[in-house]
Every structure is written in structure tokens, then in C-alpha cells.
């Protein structure tokens, strides 16, 4: 590998870009490619298919052997909302692997004595987000039911192509969001990117059986990554 | 936030490797390419090594690190990369032990 590639490599995780070195594992040759650039024939499919699983592997094309390996930035999760649900679900997104953080403007929701060892932000979503930005890498999980601080944030979310956007409330609280987010600009395709009612469909009742509905869901979709946005553009 | 390296977070070999080049060091990188049974390390990890031996990361949770950092050496000395294998059927595997009984394919070549 040259100083270049390996610079070029760096630098894309360092900014939370997908990035994959492409090694030609019979001629030595290497090349470092992001998931927005195209790559022809077989070795093309391949790597379309590493970038969405993010698993690293060893393919043949073109009768030679090459090492995909893959580098996805680690999956984060914000979760707007201090609320009962949230601290069940800090904890459990820490266990599955997520970089948490959780943001409520309401000082006493966003205490340290209710989320300890939490990475909690006491601010609006527009500040705390201008200071983490959202990313494709990034899920959000709207749970204030509390329109001033959930809807900026959804917003947010959708203009950054967040792998995952979701929402609690019922259909008719969804309703009248979509209501909203229509008269703010967002298209119907956007909007429906929206996962509301909030999480997987467990019959979850308590708290911290809704957080597991809506970590499955988060997960069902980091693992899809890429297949929801073309079933979105087929749509 | 692996790529931020905390306080007390290990060192990012990738990172390690640029760093260790800018300061003029010889660098050699080892990948894990293929993996058969319950290797150690995942596919795609990472173990740098440099011309004295030193080295940052690793290939198989400390089984089999000495011997492919001998190898780097063997690397840097004539810029070509080489293909390691290292299993419990294998006589040189046995010696170095990866005694959990899978099998890894380690790809090591040098940068810059």
C-alpha cells in the first residue's frame, strides 16, 4: 500500500465516509474506493455487496483474487427525548455496539442521577445537533411527543440521510407530524422514511420493552442499509 | 468513536501505520484476508509492524503476532508482500500456537 492510499483511507474514516481499500491479492496492486464511486463488472457486484453488509472478504473476478476491505464509520445513535423509554434503551444500544447520545432541552429530564455513565446533552436538538452532526451512519429516535423538540430534530434527520429516523406517537400524533412536516417542505417519500409508530411490532408494553422494539428496528435497519433507499427510489 | 482514539482507547493500527511513516519510520502492515473455524479476529483486521519489531494491533488475539512480525521483516527487506497461513493441521501453527483450533490466511506487505 502507498502513503496515498493509506492517507486517502484515513482520512475517510476520520470524516465518517464508507471507504474501502480493494487489494489485488495476485498482482499486489491496491486502490482505495468510497461507497458513492461506481466499480464495474463482477468485482463491481462485490463490492456493492461488501459496502452493504460491511463485511470484509475475499472474492475472484476476472480469474484474479481480490481482498475487499470494508471500513464502515460505527454506527451511532441519538435519541431526542430524556424520557423513561430512553433509559432503558441507553444502555441496551451501548450493549449492541451503538455510540449513544441522549438530548433533552428539559433540565430535569436530562439529569446525570437518571442516565449515569450516559453521554446526555441538556440542550435543544438544533444546538446539540450542530455540535454531532447527523450522518448516514447516524439513527434518531424521536420520543419527546413534545413537537418543538421532536420536530427539528426529525428534520435534521432526514436532510442527513439518517439510516434510521423514528417517531413515538400514535397514527393520529403521526398524522398531524406529517401535517407538518409537508407544510415545512419535506416531500412524501422523505416523510415516509419516518418509522411510526415507533418500532418493531412486539406487542411491547412496558418502557423497556419498547426500547427493544425500537433497537431491533434500528438494527433491522442498519443491516438493510442501502436497500430501503433503493426501494424508496423505485417507489 | 474508534477513529477519535480516547484516552485509554488502543491505538488504531491504520492510524498507528501513518503516523509511524511520517515520523520516516519502515512500515509493513499485516491483514487477516480469510478465516476458517473460530479464528480470533475477524476478516480485516489489522497488525502494523515496523523495521525494529515493533507493532500495534493484531491478527490473532496474540497467538501468532511473533511470527508474522519475523515475517514483516522478511517484507521490508525485499518490498515483496507474501500470503501466511496459520492453522492447528499445520506444523508451524503448532509451534506458534493458534490453539483455538481455526485457521487464518494473513496477507503482510509494506507501505509507502
Known amino acids: 500500500m502507498d502513503a496515498l492510499s493509506l492517507k486517502t483511507l484515513n482520512a475517510a474514516r476520520r470524516e465518517r465516509r464508507a471507504v474501502m481499500r480493494i487489494t489485488d491479492l495476485d498482482g499486489g496492486d491496491d486502490r482505495v474506493v468510497g461507497d458513492d464511486e461506481a466499480v464495474a463488472g463482477v468485482l463491481g457486484e462485490a463490492v456493492a455487496a461488501a459496502f452493504r453488509s460491511g463485511r470484509s472478504t475475499t472474492v475472484e473476478a476476472d480469474g484474479r483474487r481480490f481482498f475487499l476491505n470494508v471500513h464502515l ?55 446539540a445537533l450542530a455540535a454531532w452532526p447527523l450522518d448516514a451512519f447516524t439513527a434518531l429516535a424521536a420520543l419527546t ?11 435534521a434527520a432526514l436532510s442527513a440521510q439518517c439510516f434510521y429516523v423514528g417517531a413515538l406517537g400514535s397514527r393520529k400524533t403521526h398524522a398531524r407530524r406529517v401535517e407538518r412536516l409537508t407544510a415545512a417542505g419535506f416531500g412524501e417519500a422523505e416523510i415516509g422514511r419516518i418509522h411510526a409508530p415507533i418500532g418493531l411490532a412486539i406487542g411491547a408494553a412496558s418502557p423497556a420493552e419498547i426500547a427493544v422494539a425500537v433497537l431491533a428496528e434500528i438494527i433491522a435497519a442498519l443491516r438493510s442499509r442501502g436497500l430501503e433507499a433503493r426501494r424508496g427510489a423505485a417507489a | ?50 523495521a525494529e519489531g515493533n507493532f500495534e494491533g493484531s491478527v490473532s488475539g496474540g497467538c501468532v503476532e511473533g ?46
Open chain 1, 145 to 155: 411527543h413534545d413537537p418543538k423538540i421532536d420536530d427539528p430534530a426529525l428534520a
Open chain 1, 73 to 127: 464509520p460505527p454506527p451511532r445513535l441519538v435519541v431526542i427525548g430524556a424520557v423513561h423509554i430512553s433509559q432503558a434503551l441507553a444502555p441496551m444500544a451501548a450493549i449492541a455496539g451503538f455510540d449513544l447520545r441522549v438530548v433533552d432541552p428539559r433540565t430535569a429530564f436530562a439529569s446525570p442521577e437518571r442516565f449515569p455513565g450516559v453521554d446526555l446533552v441538556a440542550e435543544w436538538p438544533q444546538e
Open chain 2, 67 to 112: 511470527a508474522v512480525v519475523a515475517e514483516a521483516a522478511e517484507v521490508l527487506d525485499d518490498g515483496k508482500p507474501r500470503m501466511l497461513e496459520f492453522g492447528v493441521a499445520d506444523e508451524t501453527a503448532w509451534r506458534v500456537g493458534l490453539s483455538c483450533g481455526g485457521r487464518i490466511r494473513v496477507y503482510v506487505e509494506r507501505v509507502g
Open chain 2, 1 to 50: 468513536m474508534s477513529d477519535m482514539q480516547p484516552a485509554g482507547e488502543p491505538a488504531d493500527p491504520l492510524t498507528t501505520a501513518e503516523a509511524w511513516l511520517q515520523a520516516g519510520r519502515e512500515v509493513a502492515l499485516a491483514t487477516v484476508v480469510e478465516t476458517w473455524g473460530s479464528a480470533p479476529r475477524p476478516v480485516g483486521s489489522h497488525l502494523v509492524i515496523d
